[in-house]
């Protein structure tokens, strides 16, 4: 199994901020990366495929990149409505699997 | 657009097995390049992915489950149903289903509100 690495468990910031939250494959998974938002009580919502790709309907705020190991989430300008949960997923392979999730909460 | 709607018992005895279904509305299930998932939560931990099928029948499970794991599929209800046999309170979980795309970058855009399943006697 690819084992996807999230950490820390937790961010703090503020609105406005920019955060940039990481993602590590255990083996090479080209761009086959996405990434989702999660809120309580909510299922998850797609926010970039194939690493860097905006999802429609997903405010520009939002940015991915990375390939190979090594991603990134990038939250510009931060907004109320962004303190959630986010996890990373590859679709490389099967089974398929996520990171453990960053929270991102606030200062 | 696309609805998934998860449905089945909330509470299940141990050693007992977890059945649900999960109804599609919106679009065939036949159709597309797509794969039909099932994926659970426990109470304040991560997303585990448990298997998907694809409107052929053909399957793919997690390894970690797949001595339990069974998933089907009805296209002429255009439903598909999990089951997952001898559960224990391991297994109690928000039970999500989810559509899977393949035309880009495979990823999981629609997915059910997910349904709580206890194990408990």
């Known amino acids: 199994d690819i084992q996807m690495t999230q950490s820390p468990s937790s961010l703090s910031a503020s609105v406005g901020d920019s955060v940039s939250i990481p993602c590590r494959a255990s083996q090479n998974i080209s761009t086959y990366l996405n990434w989702y938002q999660q809120k309580p009580g909510k299922a998850p919502n797609l926010l970039i495929f194939?690493?860097?790709s905006l999802q429609r309907g997903v405010p520009s705020r939002f940015s991915g990149n990375g390939s190979g190991t090594d991603f990134t989430l990038t939250i510009a300008n931060l907004q109320p409505e962004d303190f959630a949960t986010y996890y990373c997923q590859q679709s490389y392979s099967t089974p398929r699997t996520f990171g453990q999730g960053i929270e991102v909460e606030t200062k | 657009q696309v609805q998934l709607q998860e449905s089945g018992p909330g509470l299940v005895k141990p050693s007992q097995t977890l059945s649900l279904t999960c109804t599609v509305s919106g679009g065939s299930i036949s159709s597309g390049s797509y794969s039909w998932n099932w994926i659970r939560q426990p109470a304040g931990q991560g997303l585990e992915w448990i298997g998907r099928i694809y409107a052929t029948g053909n399957t793919n499970y997690n390894p970690s489950l797949k001595s339990r794991v069974s998933i089907s599929v009805d296209t002429s209800k255009n439903q598909f149903s999990l089951k997952l046999t001898s559960v224990t309170a391991a297994d109690t979980a928000v039970y999500y289903c989810?559509?899977?795309?393949?035309?880009?970058?495979?990823?999981?855009?629609?997915w059910g509100q997910g349904t709580l399943v206890t194990v408990s006697s």
């Open positions: 194939g690493a860097s």
């Open positions: 989810a559509r899977e795309d393949f035309n880009y970058g495979h990823n999981f855009e629609y």
